[in-house]
């Protein structure tokens, strides 16, 4: 998202807003800080999260830790560090630190210290790396579960930069009116209420479309929220045999800021009219055909979002009418995710200067 500053000066947003406090302060819960492709055994990755730096790291036999990223010893980045077999080794004075987090090794050959790492709740999910963060220091209460793997190929993932705040990234799937106005659907419809468990929250919708050539159809759109870090997406389109497995992971870096992954698989149901064999190679070769173009307009989809996040600030309350979704409700059940009631409490930020914008990370 590249600033146009050659245009006039009345057009567009500017970011003279930009120094504000943010709106609402970081949630709670898993965030997701990688996918977990980036992380093969051996590999160190350091990622943002509410405003601190986590390390991520790999053993050789797989194991997966995530830590807080300065050592115990005298403070080196272990976003330096180097995974030696089960161990990570600090690049400073070769103090190693095995999975369980405590110092096994020092780089003098004399009795290791007993000062471990401070290690953090991970998870791996679908194919996403999940750090737990909670505001009161809790251990995780709940988790991103597994789901279906749809379709042969592997997945395909992107994952982007921005301002904003990751409740609006969630609410956005009971943000019924955006869907015809931003994003094009002739017609939304939800089917039935939003159904709110816990940390977890489902809404299914249907959506009617027309396309060139191709005429009227639907599309058939179930979702499952998991905080306010995940998002599990089954987009099935009938008339195509399209189905499309998203998972969309907003995650706070900074104040008023933050990344966002998207990780999606697609298959073509098999045509009930032909031979096993041949619906089978039917589905796999439209699936191996389109599974990049289908890819591009599914991140063309979500990126309709950008402008919009990016710009914002939180409204609350908001002003709504009839044909908006239900968005009270949901933003009743996001305060469970903060210290308390959002609007009341605002973490102070750091001037954003220009070169700031959002950039591609993979
Ligand atoms: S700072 Fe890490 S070993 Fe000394
Ligand atoms: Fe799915």
């Not at 939003?194 to 639907?218: N, W």
Request: aromatic share 10%.
């Amino acid at each position: 998202m590249v600033r146009e500053y050659g245009r006039t000066i009345s057009e567009g947003p500017t970011p003279a807003d930009a120094a504000g406090a943010p709106a609402l302060p970081y949630p709670s819960g898993w965030s997701a800080l990688a996918f977990s492709h980036e992380l093969r055994p051996g590999t160190v990755l350091t990622r943002p999260l509410a405003g601190r730096d986590v390390v991520l790291y790999r053993t050789a036999t797989g194991v997966l830790r995530a830590v807080r990223p300065y050592c115990p010893h005298l403070g080196a980045h272990l976003g330096l560090a180097k995974v030696e077999g089960e161990d990570l080794t600090c690049p400073f004075h070769f103090f190693s630190f095995g999975p369980d987090g405590s110092c096994v090794r020092t780089g003098y050959g004399t009795p290791p210290p007993r000062s471990p790492l401070t290690q953090l709740p991970v998870q791996e999910a679908n194919g996403g790396v999940f750090v737990w963060r909670h505001h009161d220091g809790r251990d995780p209460d709940w988790s991103v579960p597994r789901w279906h793997e749809i379709g042969h190929r592997p997945a395909r993932t992107a994952a982007w930069e921005l301002a904003g705040n990751v409740q609006e990234v969630i609410e956005n799937s009971v943000d019924l009116g955006h869907f015809a106005t931003l994003h094009g659907w002739a017609k939304a419809e939800i089917d039935g209420p939003v159904a709110y468990d816990d940390a977890k929250f489902h809404v299914a919708m249907r959506a009617h479309e027309s396309a060139p050539l191709m005429g009227d159809f639907t599309v058939d759109v179930k979702v499952d929220g998991y905080g306010l870090g995940c998002l599990h997406a089954d987009v099935h389109t009938p008339r195509f045999g399209l189905r499309m497995c998203t998972m969309v992971m907003p995650t706070a870096i900074g104040p008023n800021r933050m990344q966002f992954r998207q990780l999606n698989r697609i298959s073509f149901d098999e045509p009930g009219r032909l031979p096993p064999g041949l619906a089978r190679l039917v589905s796999r070769t439209a699936a191996r055909l389109l599974d990049r173009p289908v890819f591009r307009s599914s991140c063309e989809f979500t990126a309709a979002d950008f402008p919009i996040w990016h710009h914002k600030q939180y409204q609350q309350p908001p002003r709504l009418a009839s044909g908006d979704g239900p968005i009270g409700p949901f933003r009743r059940w996001a305060k469970r995710f903060y210290p308390e009631a959002p609007g009341r409490t605002a973490v102070t930020r750091p001037h954003r200067g220009e070169g700031e914008d959002s950039a591609v990370l993979s």
